[in-house]
């Protein structure tokens, strides 16, 4: 398997614009993450997926950000508008059940820079 | 709650020297707690992880972890630092049957030819 697969790897946009990262899990997995990483705030659980249904999204920030999962194969985290603090790295995860039993797979990150 | 309060943002050691990252958790439940390496520009990768089984864990590339419920640590080591260990470490706690993980602010180990 090609592991979990982030795009775009980099992202550049100017301030008020909309912004959509995407995730592609290990297939079969069932159990879908997606964090922030910043210098600040270390790294930070957003929101988790079980089976396309989001669990807990008690990290989303605020209501700009959202996440969708419309299929077990693809995840989005949108942002409208972004902001400059919303500059960081965006992680996305998949596990094949609970990351207490299993391995937490990573993909490479969105390196996200709001200008 | 849980956290994890990770000693020393910055480590170096020679190589072939012991490697000792430093962790300490606070859970008001059982915790699972987790190393993770993270080389530049990649995603984490799973080192190890303790789940209430054997307090000794042994993870990749030699690395273990002892968690210790006296002095609420899971300190992660290394008999022999190699070059290839440089990278950012980090710990990460999470309740029994939870999924969300709360991590520590990393440590940046250095290792010195």
């Known amino acids: 398997d090609a592991g979990v697969i982030q795009s775009p790897r980099h992202e550049v946009t100017e301030m008020g614009q909309e912004v959509t990262l995407r995730c592609k899990p290990i297939?079969?997995?069932?159990?879908l993450f997606w964090y922030r990483q910043t210098m600040m705030r270390g790294l930070e659980l957003l929101i988790y997926?079980?089976?396309?249904?989001?669990?807990?999204d008690s990290g989303m920030p605020e209501d700009r950000f959202s996440a969708k999962m419309p299929n077990a194969s693809f995840s989005t985290l949108k942002i409208q508008p972004s902001e400059p603090r919303d500059s960081a790295v965006y992680f996305c995860?998949?596990?094949?059940?609970?990351?207490?039993?299993?391995?937490?797979?990573f993909g490479a990150g969105t390196r996200l820079s709001v200008l | 709650a849980q956290s994890v309060t990770q000693l020393g943002s910055h480590v170096s050691v020679s190589e072939g020297a012991l490697v000792l990252l430093r962790c300490n958790y606070s859970s008001s439940v059982p915790p699972y707690l987790f190393w993770y390496v993270q080389y530049p520009n990649q995603g984490l990768q799973l080192l190890l992880k303790y789940t209430s089984a054997a307090t000794l864990v042994k993870g990749i590339n030699g690395f273990e972890a002892e968690f210790k419920k006296s002095e609420t640590s899971f300190h992660l080591t290394k008999p022999s630092a190699h070059m290839s260990d440089a990278a950012e470490y980090f710990c990460?706690?999470?309740?029994?049957?939870?999924?969300?993980?709360?991590f520590g602010t990393g440590t940046r180990l250095t290792v010195i030819p």
């Open positions: 297939s079969g997995h069932d159990y």
């Open positions: 997926f079980n089976n396309n249904v989001p669990i807990d």
């Open positions: 990460a706690v999470t309740a029994t049957g939870a999924n969300n993980l709360f």
């Open positions: 995860a998949s596990t094949q059940g609970t990351i207490a039993k299993n391995i937490q797979y």
